[in-house]
């Protein structure tokens, strides 16, 4: 089901699945602190193609899914295990109208992973969104990029840009907010915040950082004119990176840095 978005979807779930599959393997710590019980239901914002959904639907009542790629959506529901699960393609930011829009029942915990720094353009809205999705008391329990997150491939591709005569930051579709700010968003509109910290995590890349930057990097990529150009600024960024990336075995790898947060509606 398609509510509230507008953008073109530039999410291929296939990409996502080949480049990325560690993605949603990394997020069972989250679902860990989660610490789902049997009777919750429980909302999933920006649940991807679904396989950490997937395993949330084993340890509860009922779980929504909603994503903003259909693509990622429709993989989702193709991989669907539990009977206990919907999905719906929604605008995170824009998760409050279609609660109440869709008079969706309130739910005990919402969990994220690795999905809310790409709603960049209102985070504000997110945090108001997983207010308004909770009971009373509900538990709002996230990992999500934090500040210096992939820090070494986002400056790489703002100077690749910054070379090429335009404004590179202007196209960065991350929010990596810090500790600090964060907290503050999150007090500032009725969370009590119980633990949030960013965390380094190195992270072995499924297969380099040119198919990292063609799964992730896609909206510096369209920035660039011509397929050539394009090709010509991941070699750079390649090249760049390889000598501190690229283990003696050939591997890649870049640190992440997750912002982790358990916070209660008050
Ligand atoms: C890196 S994936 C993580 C997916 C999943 N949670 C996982 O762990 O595999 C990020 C997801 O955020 C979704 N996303 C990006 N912007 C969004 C928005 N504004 N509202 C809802 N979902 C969004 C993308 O479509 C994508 O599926």
Redesign the pocket.
Known sequence: MTEN?T?E?Q?DSEN?NTH?SF??KL?NTILAMLNAQSHERIL??????????NDLAGQCAHVVG????E??INKAIRIQRHKNTEYYV??????SSWLTSKQIPLFDAVF????LH??K?DPVA?IKGMHDALKPGGRMVVEAGGFMNVGEVHTALIQALNRRGLDGKSYS?WFFPSDVYYKQLLEENGFDVKDIALVPRPTHLNTDIAGWIET?GFTFLEALKTEQERQEAVREIVEQLRPGYQREDGSWHIMYVRLRVVAIKK
């Not at 999933?44 to 959904?53: P, V």
């Not at 929604?90 to 998760?95: E, F, K």
Request: charged fraction near 15%; hydrophobic fraction near 40%; include cysteine.
């Open positions: 978005t953008q979807d999410w996502y990325a993605v949603p997020g999933d914002l920006g649940c991807g193609s679904g396989e950490l959904t909603i994503d903003s790629s693509n990622m929604v605008d995170g930011q824009a998760l994220s992973s690795a999905a790409w709603m353009e997110v579709p992730f």
